[in-house]
């Protein structure tokens, strides 16, 4: 029974030293030395960012594919293939990036996603501020080697059609690079590092999707026209502003009309006033022609409007900034 015992302590001595070793073994961590990416682009335009980079084995030898996920607005629509081309070129040679089959279980997930969402649960959006983004995961066509102690070089080039849907956007793009065997931990940044470009502006028509700041007002709908119902909700909370512990707000706008009239309604009412839904969360919802007591022959193409205290004498505009938000009565 005893030799038994002992046999069986060996036998997982044994195994737990290998397990040990396999994940030893299974490390690559790669260093992202530098990005450069262009900070302006027209709508439709195709942008080249470079990722300079080395990755590092300790011990090996090691076999594996590269992987590159993109942080960029779902509406770019970069996971149809002709919208991004992918090479590197280095010390081990050259090649191509190709996109990840969505039904791929990323390696380091624990619950079996694929790498799309692997990517956006581990990072997020980064340091955007709206959520309408995804990850877009690529990796080589082929697998890379190397040796023991190995320290290879290697430049990305990624070539990218920005704006496809002609918006006027501003938007930190996000990228990570890591191996398909280690993936992404919940830990380790050097198994998996990530990269947040500075601000993109992409030039294109139509309002500003604002990717970079930080949004104080949203809309519902987003799109409508000057017979439709409009709320506009403000964040009270979202970054220090002068309204910062005040909850008696309102709303001071200036329409203006397809007759190039504008009208101004600036007074603290019950009209203009947001109810606090939340703590420290404001809606108004009002019906645009009613509330510029329009004429039947005028139609109202765009507003302009703060948010303010009371007394007026405090006001909160796009940004956090003097310039005021901006609506655009279009319906598409």
């Known amino acids: 029974m005893i030799k038994r015992l002992r046999s069986s302590r060996k036998k997982l001595l ?26 302006s682009a027209n709508a439709g335009d195709v942008i080249t960012a470079k990722l300079d980079m080395n990755f590092q084995t300790n011990l090996g030898p090691y076999t594996a594919r590269i992987v590159i996920g993109i942080l960029a607005p779902r509406a770019w629509k970069l996971g149809q293939n002709q919208n991004v081309k992918i090479t590197y070129s ?35 959006i980064g340091p955007n ?47 990570v690079v890591c191996n ?8 380790d940044i050097t198994l998996s590092p990530v990269k947040f470009a500075d601000c993109l502006e992409v030039k294109g028509t139509g309002d500003l999707v604002d990717f970079c700041n930080p949004s104080l007002t949203t809309l519902n709908p987003t799109r409508a026209l000057d017979n439709d119902y409009q709320a506009i909700s403000y964040n009270n909370a979202l970054v220090d502003t002068k309204l910062k512990g005040i909850h008696d707000l309102y709303i001071c706008a ?33 019906w645009p022609r009613k509330f510029f007591n329009l004429t039947a022959g005028q139609t109202l193409t765009d507003m302009d409007y ?11 505009g796009y940004g956090n900034t003097d310039v005021p938000f901006k609506i655009k009565f279009v319906c598409e």
């Not at 195994?15 to 262009?38: A, H, R, V, W, Y």
């Not at 066509?141 to 059609?161: C, D, G, L, R, Y």
């Not at 398909?180 to 919940?186: A, L, R, T």
């Open 90 to 124: 280095g010390d081990k040679g050259t090649g191509t990036f190709v996109p990840i089959p969505s039904n791929v279980v990323a390696g380091g997930a624990k619950n079996g996603e694929n790498w799309a969402t692997r990517m956006k649960n581990r990072f997020g």
């Open 254 to 286: 200036t329409g203006h009309t397809s007759d190039g009239k504008s009208i101004g309604i600036c007074s603290q009412t019950d009209d203009t006033k947001l109810m606090e839904t939340n703590p420290n969360q404001f809606q108004i919802t009002f």
């Open 129 to 175: 501020y709206l959520d309408d983004m995804e990850w877009v995961p690529f990796w080589t066509t082929s697998a890379i080697s190397t040796v023991p102690n190995e320290n290879p070089h290697a430049v990305f080039n990624i070539q990218m059609k920005v704006g496809v849907d002609g918006a006027n956007t501003s938007v930190k793009l996000g990228y």
């Open 306 to 316: 703060y948010i303010t205290n009371k007394a007026g004498t405090a006001r909160v």
């Open 14 to 39: 044994r195994n737990f030293t290998l397990g040990m070793l396999i994940l030893l073994l299974s490390n690559c961590e790669f260093f992202i030395n530098s990005l450069d990416q262009p900070l």
């Open 180 to 187: 398909d065997n280690d993936g992404i931990g919940d830990t």
